[in-house]
């Protein structure tokens, strides 16, 4: 596949400024390297982070409306480029390219389309009493994402900040850096000033932390890893810098009684499948009422069939990847749990493929009901009443999202508002690109998408009258 061998810096493709070498990138669904990129190091960051202060005064001071042209015009060339986008997303993530069109390359098409709409219209500048609050730009962003949805990770932090009047420095995942190189290209295209986005490819603890720790860098914008984000919190914490954290989930998606089993159930084995598991919003814990248990285990389990290896359901990013979700698959036996369909084995001889697993007979201290593991993989628990439900549903460390389901559309929102979790769907509501995402409790801090996600990227000043 085609790919940059510089950095897009102040508008411009350019050589890295040291030689620590390339990364090989993998295609997931048949282990071949299909190209290299270089692995940026401080120097790199450093140039890039630069440009990005050396253009902010000129973008801040730009007219919102002129921002809003520009992201307008992000949106046109993404979506005029969706097909290659598409298929690189699908040749280093290994998602089918259906998925790949239809959520990697849509959703994050939607969301530009909605900053260019907010830039427009937002309002940057409030009155209290007597004084007139300003809603200016944070600065400099450093922009870290991760590889599961490689478009996505980086239009929900640019396109934001952008509108806001930020400046930008993008760090991407290494498994998923063709598909930055192709925003940086579409930023480009568009005419986004120089300086305004930057790319540096490289590893986490190289470029990313050099990224995170640079002192012209006013907010850093992490999603990934718990452990990760626990490091750029302290960094950020030290340096008193702006810090927004998207990090893990194990959201619950609780049944109650009432509601209709079977659609339920198939709506949540989809969640949990689609993009192989890789998602932070899964809602991989099923709670179901103990008197509808086993009907609900056999409907998972006819669900989940449908689901086969390198057809509907992807590889996972990586080996590593593939090797972390078969081990949680063998600890899930281990402490008791009962595998009704799926299982530790690798089912194909080729790429980093698991069996798309349901378990039942989970009880909430196991640790594959704990702990998120990231690949196809669903836990069906057991309630006795909505009390033990909540218990159950609110009882990990995480908050991220989750799902209610009942007879009536009262009684869910009911339950919805007692979960401590930043997004509830009810009765299987839609995605909408305009909710503020993010989460409760170590799922993270801030938000992204809508006016929330633009709030994220500005601060305050009070001129008094
Ligand atoms: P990760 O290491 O947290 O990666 C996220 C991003 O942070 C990547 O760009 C990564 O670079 C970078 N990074 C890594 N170490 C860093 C450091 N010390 N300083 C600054 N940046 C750093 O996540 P992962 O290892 O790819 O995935 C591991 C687990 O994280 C998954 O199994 C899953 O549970 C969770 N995860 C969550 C999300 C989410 O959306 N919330 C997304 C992905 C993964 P490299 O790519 O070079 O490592
Ligand atoms: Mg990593």
Redesign the pocket.
Known sequence: MKAHDGMYIGGAWVPPAGDAGTIAVVNPADEEIIAHVPAGTAQDVDAAVRAARAALPGWAATAPAERAAAIAALRDVLAARSDEIAETVTAELGAPLALSRKVHVGMPIVVAGSYAELAATYSFEEKAGNSTILLEPVGVVGA??????PLH?VVAKVAPALAAGCTVVL?????TPLTAQLFAEAAHEAGLPAGVFNLVT????VA??A??EHEGVDLVS????????R??GALAGGAVKRVAL????KSANVILESADLAKAVGVGVANVMSNSG???SAWTRMLVHRDRYDEAVSLAAQAVAAYVPGERVGPLVNAK?QE?VRGYIEQGVAEGARIVAGGPEVPLDKGYYVRPTVFADVTPGMTIAQE???GPVLSILRYEDEDDALRIANGTVYGLAGAVWAGDEAEAVAFARRMDTGQVDINGGRFNPLAPFGGYKQSGVGRELGEHGLAEYLQTKSLQF
Request: proline share 7%; net charge negative.
């Open positions: 870290i994402t991760p590889w599961n949805y990770q760090k991407p995942a290494e498994d490289g590893l986490g603890p990313g932390q990224l995170a992490f999603t990934g890893s718990t452990a990760v984000g490091k750029i998207e990090l893990g989930g890789q998602t932070c990847q972390r998120e593991i990231f």
